[in-house]
């Protein structure tokens, strides 16, 4: 059987593929319900099934509400929700309510180490899906006064080196490198707040200040997701966009949140017209790929295939592929089965993302081809 010409078609319109991703927010909390202790009169704005549900999980009430608003007005599918830890500890069924969580801090407080564990367990259990971003790291062990954070110290994606930086600094763009968290990010600079971080072995850099201190990292290897970010992410709180901060500042934690949760930046989903094929038939097919974000997203597609009697080979090798801000195709295909294709089930998976490990999604259709 001519394997290539059956499954070429779906990189020739696609540039790769993917599936839709469902499931999100599957603890035990409702939804759209604000747990946040001492919450004031602060109420969220309840998540559609498209919006990525994230938990921003802080030590102040006001900084929490001020990023909450900011992000809502800033950042596009995603919904927001606040939990101030600062004397209680949030559960894992209380974080399990939601697709990620952001923890930051702004000054050291005694619960720390509660939280650290909670958010441990989270990751190393669970397959939590965490960002963390700055004063994290004024509360690590090594810090003078610290709580600590207890064993999440080992797992974050950046540790602490210096604590936080109180002078200007921007990104180096020759250290960025092409991920989904880096997505159309092509500059970030603040007047403070930043830096003071080293990386956490084993974990991988995406980008570093012009000092070369590490600005954000990740790490996939626990079975959950994580992200570093050595920046606050309360910003707008204290300072003013434009003038305190600037560049690619929403976008760098929109992607974050994003892909720590499990939302691919690209999404497609293929449609077979049918289960059941013959040799000398059509194979027919709707493509559906979409651009997730507001930006063009740059990453690689491939298409492996499970063929009866033979088993995976590699049908499209990997290569690049551009779609433009908010992109939307679909299509629908057809090709011509030959008649010496060999009866069986068949699976084509197609992969996207940016190699050599970093997979946005996938998707896989079956078919059975018979007399």
Same mark, same amino acid.
């Given at each position: 059987m001519n394997r290539t010409v059956i499954f070429a078609m779906i990189l020739v319109v696609a540039?790769?593929?993917?599936?839709?991703v469902a499931g999100y927010g599957s603890g *035990?909390?409702?939804r759209g319900k604000a747990i946040a202790e001492g919450s004031g009169n602060y109420v969220p704005?309840?998540?559609t099934d498209d919006d990525v549900y994230c938990l921003l999980l802080a030590n102040s009430y006001s900084d929490l509400t001020a990023t909450a608003q900011d992000f809502a007005d800033n950042m596009y599918g995603l919904a927001f929700d606040i939990f101030d830890c600062v004397t209680v500890t949030p559960t894992i069924d209380q974080l399990q309510a939601y697709d990620v969580v952001l923890l930051f801090e702004n000054g050291i407080f005694a619960n720390a180490p509660n939280v650290g564990a909670v958010i441990y367990d989270y990751v *190393?259990?669970?397959?939590g899906r965490v960002v963390f971003a700055t004063f994290v790291w004024q509360d690590w062990s090594t810090w003078p006064a610290g709580y600590g954070w207890g064993l999440m110290e080992g797992i974050c994606p950046l540790i602490e080196a210096g604590g936080c930086e109180y002078n200007y600094d921007e990104l180096d763009p020759g250290s960025i490198v092409p991920h989904a968290v880096t997505a159309g990010v092509t500059?970030?600079?603040c007047t403070s707040f930043h830096g003071g971080t080293a990386m956490q072995p084993g974990a991988t850099g995406l980008a570093r200040w012009s000092d070369q201190t590490p600005a954000m990292a990740y790490d996939a290897t626990t079975g959950g997701r994580m992200v570093a970010i050595s920046i606050f992410p309360a910003y707008e709180n204290h300072g003013n966009y434009g003038i305190d901060f600037g560049g690619d500042f929403h976008r760098v934690f929109e992607n974050a949140l994003k892909w720590a949760a499990g939302m691919p930046s690209v999404t497609i989903n293929l449609v077979p017209d049918a289960v059941f094929y013959h040799p000398g038939g059509t194979l027919g097919y709707t493509a559906i790929l979409a651009?997730?974000?507001?930006?063009?997203?740059t990453f690689w597609g491939k298409v492996v295939a499970d063929v009866p009697g033979i088993g995976q080979v590699e049908v499209i090798s990997p290569r690049p592929v551009t779609l433009g801000p908010g992109a939307y195709i679909e299509k629908h295909m057809a090709?011509?089965?030959?008649?010496?294709?060999p009866l069986g089930t068949y699976a084509a998976t197609a992969m996207i993302g940016q190699p050599p490990d970093d997979l946005w999604d996938q998707d896989t259709f079956q078919f059975e081809m018979v007399p």
């Open positions: 540039g790769a593929s993917a599936v839709l *035990t909390v409702e704005e309840a998540p *190393t259990n669970y397959d500059s970030l600079w651009n997730q974000t507001d930006v063009a997203q090709h011509p089965i030959p008649m010496a294709a």
